[in-house]
């Protein structure tokens, strides 16, 4: 992870991070744009798991986006915020995670193979 073993201060002046996060952000907006056309956001997300196997992404943190991305926006939404709304963000980035991890698995898997076969 390009985040691993920096100083929580000097993350907060990141500007590797910040990208990071507007692209995020940027990704949960398409996301969301595409609840009602299911096989575009699984394309969506699929496609998003393959190229983090590229990166070196690990599976196991995938589950840790939904909740911080939850923390992230809650303040702005305070006002609006409810027990309704918090269960849909949750739901929302389980699927996600879940069809992330998949196509994650997946490439990893293909990856490996490759790699055996030469």
């Known amino acids: 992870m390009p985040f691993n073993g920096i100083e929580l201060e000097d993350l907060k002046h990141s500007k590797q991070l910040r990208a990071h996060a507007l692209r995020v952000m940027a990704f949960v907006q398409k996301a969301v744009a595409r609840l009602n056309e299911p096989d575009k956001l699984q394309t969506l997300v699929k496609d998003l798991g393959r190229k983090h196997v590229g ?6 943190y995938v589950d840790l986006i939904g909740p911080q991305f939850i923390q992230a926006i809650k303040p702005s939404l305070e006002a609006q915020w409810s027990e309704d709304m918090h269960e849909a963000w949750s739901r929302l980035f389980q699927h996600l995670a879940y069809v992330m991890k998949g196509s994650m698995l997946e490439e990893e898997r293909r990856v490996k193979a490759a790699a055996k076969a030469r």
């Not at 990166?55 to 196991?60: E, I, L, S, T, V």
């Open 55 to 60: 990166y070196g992404a690990k599976r196991r």
